[in-house]
Nanobody, 119 residues
Framework: VQLQASGGGLVQAGESLRLSCSAS????????MGWYRQDPGKKRLLVAS???????AYSDSVEGRFTLSRDNAKNTVYLQMDSLKPGDTAVYYC??????????????WGQGTQVTVSS
């Protein structure tokens, strides 16, 4: 499974960005999709996740400002980030859990995309 992420950049506080991540390759089904973020020297933390049925979960720090959605036909997950704050600055990583063709589960990461929010 390969993940292609896009959409990071530099914005000012209060502005918006949308991250996208598309999965491709050989798999039976994409299960959970989500985004994590990581500051230099710190642990990678969950931002938001979405199940195959569309149930979402958000970290407290982004609840109400970020919206996660997915297009199952395109195997793509979107993170709409509104009212961005300098504290949202980090490298964002897409994560996907997939059921593979033999029925096993795989956990995959995309390349990081930098989000920088200036004050």
């Amino acid at each position: 499974v390969q993940l292609q992420a896009s959409g990071g950049g530099l914005v000012q506080a209060g502005e918006s960005l949308r991250l996208s991540c598309s999965a491709s390759g050989s798999f039976f089904r994409i299960d959970t999709m989500g985004w994590y973020r990581q500051d230099p020297g710190k642990k990678r933390l969950l931002v938001a996740s979405i199940s195959s049925s569309g149930n979402t979960a958000y970290s407290d720090s982004v609840e109400g400002r970020f919206t996660l959605s997915r297009d199952n036909a395109k195997n793509t997950v979107y993170l709409q980030m509104d009212s961005l704050k300098p504290g949202d600055t980090a490298v964002y990583y897409c994560n996907v859990v997939a059921t593979l063709l033999l029925g096993t589960k795989g956990d995959y990461w995309g390349q990081g995309t930098q989000v920088t929010v200036s004050s």
